[in-house]
């Protein structure tokens, strides 16, 4: 169990922290083909982290799985390897490219439903809070990253309206099934 911690401790180091500095650093010095090396890399590495939530599922159990994940990841950032690119080349930037306009779509699609989705889930809890709750979640802006720094807060928002928060007549209407 300590090892599998210690492991994924690691895992975490080689395919997130690390690349993300060296992203960084691409992008702070202006270097345009090592930051394209980097974004090949994201790419590659989201698509690893999709297929692996479906291998752990199935291949947990292996032994050294989890070395096996990082050695995996190393390949794909390493300057002699630069396994990223490879993939990415070879074989996501060919099947991204063909299908461009329906994972558009798909993403337009899922980004709508989301967005209706969270409007009529708040809509409902703005509804059923009513106008004090919402007053008093606008007031929460108060404790924000001012409160730290040894700034003033705002001044209260006593006298503010709920219109200046959110529309809450709106949600009303769906809160009530109307």
Avoid at 64 to 78: A, G, P, Q, R, T
Avoid at 101 to 125: E, K, N, P
Wanted: proline content about 4%; some cysteine; charged content about 20%.
């Amino acid at each position: 169990m300590f090892l599998q911690t210690v492991l994924q401790a690691v895992l975490t180091l080689a395919a997130y922290i690390w690349p993300g500095y060296q992203c960084f650093k691409a992008l702070e010095k202006r270097r345009p083909e090592e930051l394209r090396c980097w974004c090949e890399y994201w790419l590659v590495i989201a698509t690893f982290a999709s297929v692996e939530r479906l291998a752990d599922f199935a291949l947990w159990w292996l032994p050294m799985y989890n070395l096996l994940k990082i050695l995996s990841v190393v390949y794909l950032w390493h300057p002699k390897t630069q396994g990223a690119s490879l993939i990415y080349r070879q074989s996501l930037q060919p099947f991204l490219a063909a299908h461009e306009a329906r994972v558009d779509r798909a993403v337009g699609d899922a980004s709508r439903f989301v967005t209706g989705y969270l409007d009529r889930y708040f809509g409902r809890v703005f509804g059923l809070l009513g106008d004090g709750a919402v007053l008093w979640l606008a007031r929460l802006r108060l404790v924000g990253p001012a409160a730290g720094k040894g700034q003033k807060p705002q001044a209260p928002v006593d006298d503010a309206t709920l219109d200046d928060y959110v529309n809450v007549a709106a949600y009303g209407d769906q809160a009530k099934g109307e």
